[in-house]
């Protein structure tokens, strides 16, 4: 919130920033997990480009966290936006019409046909107004 100063993601109060702390601890887990994984399926060969693009000492992974977005992103809002209730749109128009117009998307929050797939820009949308 930029308006109070207050940082959304980290929390208004202890109870709220001991939830992201766990949050965060959760994903450098998981994310730990999967450069593990892709250590033994890749082999000794791509180990060395493995380890010099995603070896964090901070155990963080930021860098493939990061890929696994870009990897992973259609599938992502696919999920988020697969069972939204029909006639759902989105705050302004992203769908091309044949007629070069601009619409808003209504199917389950996707454009029809010619664009089947969410705008990116929905990326930037904060949780809450999604």
């Excluded at 450069?35 to 010099?52: M, N, Q, V």
């Excluded at 936006?81 to 044949?98: E, I, L, M, V």
């Amino acid at each position: 919130d930029i308006i109070r100063g207050k940082d959304l993601y980290r929390g208004y109060d202890e109870e709220e920033k001991s939830r992201r702390r766990n949050i965060e601890s959760n994903l450098r887990k998981i994310f730990g997990n999967i450069y593990e994984e892709l250590k033994k399926t890749k082999g000794e060969k791509k180990e060395a480009a493995l380890k010099g693009r995603y070896d964090d000492p901070n155990g963080n992974y930021y860098q493939l966290r990061e890929d696994w977005w870009d990897a992973n992103r259609a599938t992502i809002w696919e999920a988020i936006t697969c069972s939204a209730d029909p006639g759902n749109k989105y705050f302004r128009p992203t769908c091309k019409t044949r007629n070069g117009y601009l619409s808003q998307a209504q199917e389950k929050c996707r454009c029809k046909a010619m664009n089947a797939d969410p705008p990116t820009y929905f990326d930037y949308v904060p949780q809450f107004l999604r």
